[in-house]
């Protein structure tokens, strides 16, 4: 019953949920702390650029059981947004002139989904592997999260997760414990795998849980994921790799140079648009506009939305919450 090939692949050390690392604040102190993000940050749609948004669309419609909420014209562009019940998940731009993604440049390493339950991840999970356009890439028990890797039509990485308890994640060594340890995928899916769960597809919930990038060198994302945009370290011990959150999360954000060492900024290619953050208030985006400033790094405030550029040419949109699809579609 079970499609899915070559079980024994673990992917690369992605991770999940952990409380506040030793040395940052509490999410209480981290509310009046102008350092750091609010406790109550969270991902929003990530943004992909695709070369035929007909296959894209109708692989993340039947592969992780999405819908198509909106879409709007822009020129020659077409721009489709795509989630589950009313939760805005992706955006897809229909961008044909551009290259392919090149898996050297700095950009996305995946874009992880998370869901609610074991059997609402079993159930898309095996929609993805049912979909001859996926490829399987792995699958890990990271400690604090069960995690399945996959990579669309057009080379983009996804991740399908769900999370442990935050009760029972643990600190390793002044930092929260990950591992990559052998999820057997088969396995996973005889325990969980529910024909009521797939037959509810969008019915279920989901939503971006972290967003995980590509990056040219570890020292420069931290400068402006931690100390200009606000994330907080959670795990850095890990070779060739970075792991950010706020709220004492495992990680919003991660970085990793395991094949972009050495990258400079990217150009136009498909692929990852924009990486959304949402906040609480608008005194969370003034305190995001004092650190850019304050780093002198540029940016647009849109009022409800301030938007800015890594050191890759990545834009990062941060955001009140409540994006409705008319958002995604006006940036």
């Not at 399945?148 to 991740?159: A, K, L, Q, R, S």
Request: charged share 20%; glycine share 10%; aromatic share 8%.
């Amino acid at each position: 019953m079970m499609p899915i090939s070559d079980p024994n692949t673990a992917h690369p050390a992605q991770t999940s949920p952990s409380q506040a690392s030793p040395g940052h604040p509490s999410a209480e102190a981290a509310v009046t702390d102008e350092r750091f993000l609010h406790p109550a940050t969270a991902m929003d749609a990530v943004t992909l650029h695709v070369g035929d948004l007909e296959n894209m669309s109708s692989y993340y419609q039947n592969a992780l059981a999405m819908v198509p909420l909106e879409e709007r014209s822009r020129g020659a562009e077409v721009h489709r947004v795509l989630g589950r019940g009313t939760t805005p998940m992706v955006r897809l731009i229909h961008t044909p002139h551009l290259p392919q993604v090149n898996p050297r440049d700095a950009g996305l390493f995946h874009t992880a989904f998370l869901f609610d339950d074991q059997a609402s991840l079993a159930a898309t999970v095996y929609r993805a592997a049912q979909d001859e356009r996926s490829r399987f890439v792995g699958s890990s028990d990271h400690h604090v999260s069960e995690a399945f890797y996959f990579t669309d039509p057009e080379g983009n990485g996804i991740e399908l997760y769900r999370d442990r308890p935050r009760e029972q994640w643990e600190q390793k060594n002044g930092e929260l414990r990950m591992e990559t340890l052998y999820l057997d995928p088969n396995a996973f899916l005889q325990t969980h795998l529910s024909q009521d769960v797939v037959d509810a597809g969008p019915d279920r919930a989901g939503l971006v849980g972290h967003v995980h990038l590509q990056v040219g060198d570890i020292p420069t994302a931290k400068d402006f994921y931690v100390d200009t945009v606000g994330f907080e370290t959670t795990v850095s011990g890990y070779p060739g790799a970075l792991f950010a959150a706020a709220g004492g999360y495992h990680h919003h954000v991660a970085m990793n140079t395991w094949n972009s060492s050495g990258a400079g900024p990217r150009a136009a290619r498909l692929g990852l648009g924009d990486v959304s953050v949402t906040v609480p208030g608008r005194e969370d985006l003034d305190a995001l506009i004092g650190r850019l400033r304050g780093k002198g790094v540029s940016f647009e405030d849109h009022g409800q939305r301030v938007s800015t550029t890594d050191p890759w040419g990545t834009q990062v949109s941060v955001a009140l919450p409540g994006t409705e699809t008319e958002d995604l579609l006006r940036r």
